[in-house]
């Protein structure tokens, strides 16, 4: 007998069964789905039975490149918030700088989510201004992207960072004619380097972090979702957070790549609701940065030359012989690899890399993965087709930076034609969409919105040739997501035998009008049979 029993529309994103009108869980999984008349046989005494009335059932939604265990930890205390979507203007952003570093104790202040192409007027953030605002204490603010930190005098003693420490692998501190350091760290390393004493996880309070996190997820509708930067060391507190029950989303786990550790542990290890699946790899950085490979130059306007981005075609952080020296080792020992990567130069030598390792060591069914591909071609994506080679989207970048790529970056030609989803599919690609949080707050539907209208936050349609079906953006979410985590026998449609991990929205998305797709509410989410968001 059923657990839970659900009548109304269900979208099972299977496509032997694509609709439903009634859905019966047990024991965290999917009993059945069907008909009315075939789900009633699975109703008995203690079945929970709910109509969602003009709701809609789908799978829960799959965020396919997020940062979880980061996220848990940046949005939490004591690291302050800044980032575009929660403080708009730049005198919001220097006022709350100066609060951080009058309010801060001898440990110094860490602020997330520096972006000045939306936060419009800030400073170039020198060590003399750094140093200005907080002479004494340590401070260090990280650019919204994740790509950068800017940090002052203090914080490089604190993190024992002088003119002497080498650049890390792909990654650089930033430096003057002189040599020393100009209070700029460059990529994932030299970012960590500066702000890693703040942002490593302790296994003691990590677990109410993780919990909030989870929350968050729910909250959007999230059920599983992807750490694109995990950290072996992370291993601990992630066991005290899963030992204190508090995962109500599955963890899907990359791990950042180090040739010299390679992985301690075998592809696919853990269980279904945290496994390792995947080794990551950044070719490139951020286009809001200026350090991404480009075959084009970035726009001559006032706001590249601000940031000293004008005319530049950006810079990749590896060659691609070193993409392939990084790569071989692990796809040798059977892992997946992700590998961030936004300008079509860099997307060019990342497909160079990998064709040529696996025609040493041909694999099929390999899945490996580009990330974010904002200026990927069309050309490109038909390439990476044909190598096996999926990629997942930032179709987001569309709504909060579309106007930005356009009329500050890139031009309606390369700028409007950023994510370019529909040449992904007409190449064939089974694509998955992301928030990357917290470079934007995780939301399946705003990405789903994003994807079939392209509209920017002032209301701009970028390329609408690249507008895409609101079935296919479904599948992004769900079924296609689930499949680039090697996760599609269990998660990502309902059928019979998958995790009952489910999602009601407020109505069809399917038979709502696409400008009012992104109104759609999430009601309720339940994970593993249970609800842990709204009420059903
Ligand atoms: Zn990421």
Redo the contacts with the bound molecule.
């Keep these: 007998m059923a657990d839970l029993v659900l009548f109304g529309d269900v979208l099972t994103m299977d496509e032997s069964l694509p609709q439903a009108t009634a859905v019966a869980v047990a024991d965290g999984r999917i009993l059945a789905v069907g008909s009315d008349a075939d789900v009633a046989p699975h109703i008995g005494p203690a079945t929970v039975v709910h109509d969602v009335g003009d709701g809609c059932i789908l799978p829960g939604f799959i965020e396919a490149?997020g940062?979880p265990l980061n996220e848990a930890v940046v949005l939490g205390e004591p690291v302050v918030d800044i980032r575009p979507v929660t403080i708009a203007d730049a005198d919001g952003v220097l006022a709350a700088i100066e609060r951080a570093v009058a309010e801060c104790g001898p440990e110094g202040a860490l602020l997330n989510g520096w972006d000045p192409l939306l936060q419009k007027g800030l400073p170039e953030p020198t060590l003399q201004w750094l140093d200005g605002i907080s002479p004494a204490a340590p401070l260090v603010i990280l650019h919204n992207s994740?790509h950068a930190a800017y940090f002052n005098s203090a914080a490089a003693v604190a993190a024992g960072i002088t003119r002497d420490t080498p650049d890390p692998e792909g990654a650089k501190f930033g430096r003057d004619d002189a040599g020393e350091l100009d209070g700029v760290a460059y990529e994932m390393a030299a970012v960590l380097a500066v702000a890693g004493r703040v942002l490593s996880l302790d296994p003691a309070g990590f677990p109410a972090l993780l919990a909030a996190e989870c929350a968050r997820m729910n909250a959007a509708g999230v059920t599983t979702v992807s750490e694109?930067?995990f950290d072996p060391a992370m291993r601990p507190a992630l066991a005290a957070a899963v030992e204190a029950g508090v995962l109500t989303t599955r963890l899907r786990l990359y791990e950042m790549s180090d040739v010299s550790r390679a992985s301690d542990v075998e592809p696919g290890a853990g269980d279904d609701l945290v496994r390792q699946v995947g080794i990551k790899i950044w070719s490139d950085g951020s286009p809001w940065i200026g350090n991404i490979a480009l075959s084009f130059p970035y726009l001559d306007t006032p706001a590249t030359r601000a940031l000293g981005m004008a005319c530049s075609h950006g810079h990749a952080n590896y060659t691609g012989k070193q993409i392939r020296e990084i790569s071989t080792p692990y796809f040798d020992r059977g892992w997946q690899i992700a590998c961030?990567a936004h300008g079509d130069e860099a997307i060019t030598m990342v497909l160079d890399a990998w064709e040529k390792m696996l025609g040493d060591d041909p694999r099929p069914d390999h899945r490996l993965r580009l990330?974010h591909v904002g200026a990927m071609r069309p050309d490109q994506f038909a390439r990476a087709a044909a190598l096996g080679v999926t990629c997942s989207l930032f179709v987001d970048h569309l709504y909060y930076w579309g106007d930005v790529l356009v009329d500050d970056l890139f031009g309606s030609d390369h700028g409007g034609h950023w994510a370019a989803a529909g040449s992904a599919l007409a190449a064939g690609h089974r694509i998955s969409f992301h928030n990357?949080g917290p470079?934007t707050p995780t939301n399946p539907i705003r990405n789903i919105a994003d994807a079939v209208t392209r509209r920017s936050r002032s209301g701009h349609v970028l390329a609408p040739d690249e507008r895409i079906p609101v079935q296919a953006a479904l599948r992004a979410q769900t079924v296609d997501a689930a499949w680039q985590l090697f996760s599609e026998d269990s998660i990502g449609t309902l059928v019979p035998g998958s995790h009952a991990d489910l999602v009601v929205l407020s109505a069809n998305p399917l038979t709502v009008e696409p400008d009012e797709l992104e109104n759609l509410e999430v009601r309720a989410t339940v994970f593993a049979g249970r609800a842990v968001f709204g009420s059903l």
């Design positions: 490149h940062h994740g694109m930067a961030h990330e990357d470079v």
